[in-house]
């Protein structure tokens, strides 16, 4: 198949919304990561993303909402922390989960009875959703298990020839997925972290649990509440070692270790230390919003290089550093040191 490249024009946008009503696939932007979109009330659609993607079926779609109002279509008995939630961040980087009404598919809930529902802060992205006037299921646009899609450079590496479209709205704001939030329990948990730093969330649910996944390796038999945090995810070809501390202390184990094919994630205050090394720099260690940028696209640059191992710097974990932490472990499979 052909994947037409669109632009944010208005008859652009009105292309990537008659692809998306007639059941076609269309890469979309938001300020969190690119998306793989279709109808979310076309079963057949959504099985198409599954395809393109090489989801395993077990793992849930999220809809796409243009705000609040929408909630009501699709789920359940909504409580009121949701519309405070949806006042105060939508459209941001928050995804909800609430029980589910029968008009969404077991297609988009992979069979739960729940569903999770965002609306994403594009303005391109907001203006397909309206003009489709249907929800749009979406994940990340990249191929199961590689680093999620945060320009429109690499929605072409991942999904040309697989998909009817893609659509450029620019590079990604945020740059992590959004954070995810079960408002199903009490106290509501934390599912995965995101664009939205949990204090945030704190601040208007009071206390938030954190689901056992975000915290260390599951072991055998153990369920995460999100399926898919259970995937090895955002994994480079080469082993990433992710190494956590003081940054001066971190720079200097790795300088340590490096062989000639070592490759690096570090901060750009170190940056020199590993000069003539394959080096990413993913921003200032004062600059989370920065490294949360950065860091998908980082973790996408070894695979053109010949790296045949990496050692990642790591943020503290407060703030977006709670994001970028848990990206960069789960990349190295949780082949975390601590010095
Ligand atoms: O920022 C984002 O959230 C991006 C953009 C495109 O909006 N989307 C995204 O989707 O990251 P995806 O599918 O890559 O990640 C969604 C996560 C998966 O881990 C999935 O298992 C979980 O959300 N999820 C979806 N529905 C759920 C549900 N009903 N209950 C628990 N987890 C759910
Ligand atoms: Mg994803």
């Known amino acids: 198949m052909e994947t037409k490249l669109l632009r944010e024009t208005e008859q652009d946008i009105q292309e990537a919304a008659a692809i998306l009503r007639a059941g076609g696939l269309v890469g979309i932007p938001t300020e969190t990561v690119y998306g793989l979109g ?7 659609a959504v099985g198409k993303i599954f395809a393109a993607k090489g989801r395993p079926q077990d793992n849930p779609l999220i809809l796409h909402v243009p ?3 929408w909630l009501a279509r699709y789920c359940r008995g909504v409580p009121d922390s949701a519309y405070t939630l949806a006042a105060r961040f939508w459209p941001g980087p928050l995804t909800m989960i ?3 009404k029968d008009v969404v598919p077991d297609a988009v809930t992979a069979g739960l009875d729940t569903v999770g529902i965002r609306c994403p802060n594009h303005p391109v992205t907001l203006a397909i959703i309206r003009a489709a006037d249907v929800p749009v299921a979406a994940p990340s646009g990249n191929t199961s298990g590689r680093p999620s899609p945060t320009c429109a450079a690499h929605m072409v590496e991942d999904m040309t020839g697989k998909i009817d479209a893609i659509v ?5 704001g945020v740059g992590v997925e959004s954070t995810i939030i079960d408002l199903t329990c009490t106290p509501p948990r934390l599912l995965r972290p995101g ?5 945030a969330l704190e601040e208007v649910l009071g206390e938030v649990a954190v689901d056992a996944a975000l915290l260390r390796p599951l072991g055998e038999g153990e369920k995460p509440k999100a399926p898919g945090m259970k995937y090895r995810h955002y994994a480079p070809k080469a082993p990433v070692t992710v190494v ?3 940054p001066s202390a971190t720079a200097d184990y790795i300088a340590a270790r490096l062989g000639e094919h070592t490759g690096v994630i570090c901060f750009d205050e170190w940056a020199g230390r590993f000069a003539g090394h394959v080096v990413e720099n993913i921003g200032s260690s004062a600059r989370k919003d920065e490294q949360a940028r950065r860091v998908f696209d980082a973790l996408r640059a070894f695979d053109h290089t010949d790296v045949t191992e990496i050692y990642a710097q790591c943020p503290h974990e407060d703030g977006l550093g709670l994001a970028v932490a848990n990206r ?4 190295a499979g949780f082949h975390v040191v601590e010095v």
């Open 168 to 172: 450029d709205g620019g590079q990604c």
């Open 67 to 69: 705000d609040a109002s």
């Open 244 to 246: 956590l501390g003081e």
């Open 98 to 100: 609430l029980p589910r």
């Open 328 to 331: 960069l472990k789960k990349a």
């Open 38 to 44: 279709a109808n979310g009330l076309d079963s057949s």
């Open 195 to 199: 664009g939205l730093p949990l204090e």
